[in-house]
């Protein structure tokens, strides 16, 4: 399975100029764990995760009214293609000790690929062989027979 066919279309962004109060808001209103960055042009300036916030503001006692998404995000983002496998992106997440990763086509952001989504995937793909392996066999189909 490739990434496009298990990430989350629906990407929700923020601009540098936000407030991490505001940031945080539109994070908790969907329930979500990080917002990605970007410029007015639409080009990718960062990510704001919820580990940003806790570093950035809460432990140095800053307020969040009072910091911009700028000045706490995560400058360098790495990006996959909506062609990668999912084992792919799961070996760059290992590797570069990250849970999100913003999904590009054509120089256009079109979707986040998470470590949920990932575990998610793995979880109905599970749940579907489970079914297979325990549902009666139909006969003369598949080569679950002796000599079949």
Avoid: C, F, W
């Avoid at 994070?27 to 639409?42: D, F, P, Q």
């Avoid at 999912?86 to 990763?101: C, G, P, R, S």
Wanted: proline share 2%.
């Amino acid at each position: 399975m490739i990434v496009k066919e298990a990430m989350s279309k629906n990407v929700r962004t923020t601009r540098p100029d936000t407030t991490v109060m505001e940031a945080a808001q539109e994070m908790n209103k969907y329930r979500i764990g990080s917002l990605i960055v970007v410029s007015g042009k639409g080009k990718i300036e960062g990510i704001l995760t919820e580990r940003d916030i806790l570093k950035g503001v809460t432990a140095e006692g800053k307020s969040a009214a009072d910091v911009k998404v700028e000045n706490v995000m995560t400058k360098k983002v790495i990006v996959v293609s909506s062609d990668l496998s999912l084992e792919e992106a799961a070996d760059v997440m290992t590797k570069h000790k990250i849970k999100k990763l913003p999904v590009m086509e054509q120089g256009r952001l079109v979707g986040i690929i998470t470590s949920t989504d990932l575990i998610s995937y793995e979880k109905n793909l599970i749940e579907k062989i489970a079914i297979l392996l325990t549902s009666e066999q139909q006969p003369g189909i598949g080569g679950g027979g002796i000599g079949g």
